[in-house]
């Protein structure tokens, strides 16, 4: 059993900063590739970075420059620092991650969590 749980949504006015976090608990091993979705009222979810184990970090063109995505593997842990934020950020933010399960023998198999979603609102 395991799960993610996030945090630092709100309310922010354009040209301002939040950051989010989503800690992993329970039964793991290790986490492969952790990563930040985001999903509009009327439109797909989408991602927004995603970040290996081993550090190598992924953007989508409409946040690069603005979003620093990070992570603690001791503290099973990602971030996504968002800067200059602007209305069309708004959005439900997901986080994702890849976990390796531990059991009583060792490693089990992999499982794909998603978050509860935080809502983040960019007012113009």
């Known amino acids: 059993q395991v799960e993610l749980v996030e945090s630092g949504g709100g309310l922010v006015q354009a040209g301002g900063s939040l950051r989010l976090s989503c800690a992993a608990s329970?039964?793991?091993?290790?986490?492969?590739?952790m990563g930040w979705y985001r999903q509009s009222p009327g439109k797909q979810r989408e991602m927004v970075a995603t970040?290996?184990?081993?550090?190598?970090?992924y953007y989508a063109d409409s946040v690069k420059g603005r979003f620093t995505i990070s992570r603690d593997n001791a503290k099973n842990t990602v971030y996504l620092q968002m800067t200059s934020l602007k209305p069309e950020d708004t959005a439900v933010y997901y986080c994702?991650?890849?976990?390796?399960?531990?059991?009583?023998?060792?490693?089990?198999?992999?499982?794909?969590?998603w978050g509860q979603g935080t809502q983040v609102t960019v007012s113009s």
């Open positions: 970040i290996t184990s081993g550090g190598s970090m």
């Open positions: 994702n991650a890849d976990i390796l399960i531990k059991t009583m023998l060792g490693p089990g198999g992999f499982v794909d969590r």
């Open positions: 329970g039964s793991i091993f290790s986490i492969n590739d």
